[in-house]
Protein backbone atom coordinates (compact mmCIF):
# COMPACT_ATOMS: atom_id res chain seq x y z
CA UNK A 1 0.00 0.00 0.00
CA UNK A 2 0.95 3.18 -1.08
CA UNK A 3 2.43 5.92 1.81
CA UNK A 4 -0.55 8.50 3.32
CA UNK A 5 -0.68 11.96 1.56
CA UNK A 6 -2.45 14.78 3.44
CA UNK A 7 -5.40 16.86 1.94
CA UNK A 8 -6.90 19.98 2.52
CA UNK A 9 -10.89 19.09 1.93
CA UNK A 10 -10.79 21.40 -1.70
CA UNK A 11 -7.23 19.73 -3.05
CA UNK A 12 -9.24 16.35 -2.15
CA UNK A 13 -12.15 17.03 -3.76
CA UNK A 14 -10.31 18.71 -6.61
CA UNK A 15 -8.83 14.94 -7.17
CA UNK A 16 -11.95 13.63 -7.29
CA UNK A 17 -13.77 15.95 -9.59
CA UNK A 18 -10.38 15.22 -11.75
CA UNK A 19 -11.35 11.26 -11.55
CA UNK A 20 -15.36 11.96 -12.47
CA UNK A 21 -13.75 13.99 -15.39
CA UNK A 22 -11.78 11.46 -16.67
CA UNK A 23 -13.97 8.27 -15.91
CA UNK A 24 -17.22 10.11 -17.25
CA UNK A 25 -16.02 12.25 -19.77
CA UNK A 26 -12.67 11.06 -21.18
CA UNK A 27 -13.32 7.25 -20.79
CA UNK A 28 -16.77 6.87 -23.24
CA UNK A 29 -14.84 9.37 -25.82
CA UNK A 30 -12.04 7.05 -25.83
CA UNK A 31 -13.91 4.21 -26.57
CA UNK A 32 -15.60 5.74 -29.32
CA UNK A 33 -12.76 6.81 -30.65
CA UNK A 34 -11.44 3.02 -30.67
CA UNK A 35 -15.02 2.01 -32.39
CA UNK A 36 -14.64 4.33 -35.03
CA UNK A 37 -10.73 2.98 -36.00
CA UNK A 38 -12.08 -0.78 -35.06
CA UNK A 39 -14.48 0.08 -38.11
CA UNK A 40 -12.42 1.97 -40.64
CA UNK A 41 -11.00 -1.94 -41.32
CA UNK A 42 -8.24 -3.76 -41.29
CA UNK A 43 -6.47 -3.34 -37.50
CA UNK A 44 -2.72 -4.98 -38.26
CA UNK A 45 -2.43 -1.40 -40.34
CA UNK A 46 -4.64 0.92 -38.35
CA UNK A 47 -2.79 3.91 -37.16
CA UNK A 48 -5.54 5.57 -35.40
CA UNK A 49 -6.67 2.26 -33.93
CA UNK A 50 -2.87 1.85 -32.25
CA UNK A 51 -3.12 5.77 -31.17
CA UNK A 52 -6.81 5.25 -29.60
CA UNK A 53 -5.90 1.95 -27.74
CA UNK A 54 -2.45 3.75 -26.52
CA UNK A 55 -4.32 6.38 -25.61
CA UNK A 56 -7.09 4.00 -23.51
CA UNK A 57 -3.92 2.20 -21.74
CA UNK A 58 -2.52 6.02 -20.36
CA UNK A 59 -6.21 6.79 -19.52
CA UNK A 60 -6.53 3.67 -17.74
CA UNK A 61 -3.15 4.19 -15.98
CA UNK A 62 -3.75 7.71 -14.40
CA UNK A 63 -7.61 6.52 -13.14
CA UNK A 64 -5.55 4.04 -11.36
CA UNK A 65 -3.39 6.33 -9.72
CA UNK A 66 -5.95 8.80 -8.98
CA UNK A 67 -7.94 6.45 -7.42
CA UNK A 68 -5.08 4.81 -5.70
CA UNK A 69 -4.05 8.11 -4.44
CA UNK A 70 -7.99 9.13 -2.94
CA UNK A 71 -8.54 5.84 -0.95
CA UNK A 72 -5.18 6.57 0.79
CA UNK A 73 -5.55 10.30 1.32
CA UNK A 74 -6.32 11.56 4.71
CA UNK A 75 -8.12 15.19 5.55
CA UNK A 76 -5.96 17.47 7.57
CA UNK A 77 -8.02 19.10 10.31
CA UNK A 78 -6.24 22.48 10.32
CA UNK A 79 -8.03 23.73 13.48
CA UNK A 80 -6.06 21.64 15.39
CA UNK A 81 -2.25 22.27 14.40
CA UNK A 82 -0.02 23.86 16.09
CA UNK A 83 0.72 27.44 14.94
CA UNK A 84 4.17 27.99 16.94
CA UNK A 85 6.27 25.97 14.23
CA UNK A 86 6.16 26.10 10.33
CA UNK A 87 4.38 22.63 9.40
CA UNK A 88 2.57 21.27 6.72
CA UNK A 89 -0.35 24.23 5.69
CA UNK A 90 1.10 26.73 7.79
CA UNK A 91 0.65 30.14 6.37
CA UNK A 92 4.05 31.77 6.58
CA UNK A 93 5.18 35.68 5.96
CA UNK A 94 8.99 35.27 5.80
CA UNK A 95 11.23 38.47 4.34
CA UNK A 96 14.58 38.33 2.33
CA UNK A 97 17.10 39.64 4.65
CA UNK A 98 19.35 40.66 1.66
CA UNK A 99 16.54 43.32 0.08
CA UNK A 100 13.87 43.25 2.85
CA UNK A 101 11.55 41.78 0.20
CA UNK A 102 8.65 40.26 2.31
CA UNK A 103 6.93 37.11 0.96
CA UNK A 104 3.84 35.14 2.15
CA UNK A 105 3.16 31.16 1.30
CA UNK A 106 1.01 28.44 2.03
CA UNK A 107 3.25 24.73 2.72
CA UNK A 108 0.59 22.63 0.69
CA UNK A 109 1.02 18.86 -0.23
CA UNK A 110 2.97 18.14 -4.04
CA UNK A 111 -0.59 17.95 -5.61
CA UNK A 112 -1.98 21.01 -4.28
CA UNK A 113 1.06 23.36 -5.03
CA UNK A 114 0.44 26.59 -7.05
CA UNK A 115 2.50 29.62 -7.05
CA UNK A 116 0.15 32.04 -8.62
CA UNK A 117 -2.17 31.63 -5.27
CA UNK A 118 1.19 31.32 -3.01
CA UNK A 119 1.00 27.98 -2.17
CA UNK A 120 4.15 26.02 -2.32
CA UNK A 121 5.06 22.38 -2.06
CA UNK A 122 6.31 21.03 0.80
CA UNK A 123 9.03 19.53 -1.29
CA UNK A 124 10.06 22.76 -2.72
CA UNK A 125 13.63 23.99 -1.21
CA UNK A 126 12.33 27.27 0.35
CA UNK A 127 9.72 25.12 2.35
CA UNK A 128 11.90 22.23 3.61
CA UNK A 129 14.12 24.13 5.08
CA UNK A 130 11.05 26.58 6.68
CA UNK A 131 9.89 23.31 8.30
CA UNK A 132 10.01 22.94 11.92
CA UNK A 133 11.14 26.60 12.43
CA UNK A 134 9.28 29.53 14.92
CA UNK A 135 8.93 33.45 14.59
CA UNK A 136 11.94 34.94 14.75
CA UNK A 137 14.15 32.53 13.17
CA UNK A 138 16.32 32.53 10.54
CA UNK A 139 16.41 29.88 7.53
CA UNK A 140 19.57 30.26 4.89
CA UNK A 141 17.82 28.13 2.71
CA UNK A 142 19.69 27.10 -1.05
CA UNK A 143 17.66 28.04 -3.88
CA UNK A 144 18.75 27.52 -7.71
CA UNK A 145 19.93 31.02 -7.59
CA UNK A 146 22.61 30.19 -4.38
CA UNK A 147 21.90 30.79 -0.95
CA UNK A 148 19.08 32.89 0.70
CA UNK A 149 18.62 33.57 4.21
CA UNK A 150 15.01 34.32 5.08
CA UNK A 151 13.52 35.21 8.91
CA UNK A 152 10.17 34.23 9.76
CA UNK A 153 7.54 37.36 10.82
CA UNK A 154 4.61 35.37 11.19
CA UNK A 155 3.03 31.47 11.03
CA UNK A 156 -0.95 31.28 10.50
CA UNK A 157 -3.07 29.21 9.59
Known amino acids: MDEIKYFTQEGLQRLKDELDELMLRQRPLVSQMIAEARDKGDLSENAEYDAAKEAQGLLE?????????????????????????VLLFSKVTIKNLKNNAKMTYTIVPEKEADLRTGKISVNSPIARGLLGKEVGNQA?????????????EEIAR
Request: a neutral charge; aromatic letters at 2%.
Open 61 to 85: LKISKLQELIMTARIIDESKMDTSK
Open 140 to 152: EITVPAGKMTFEI
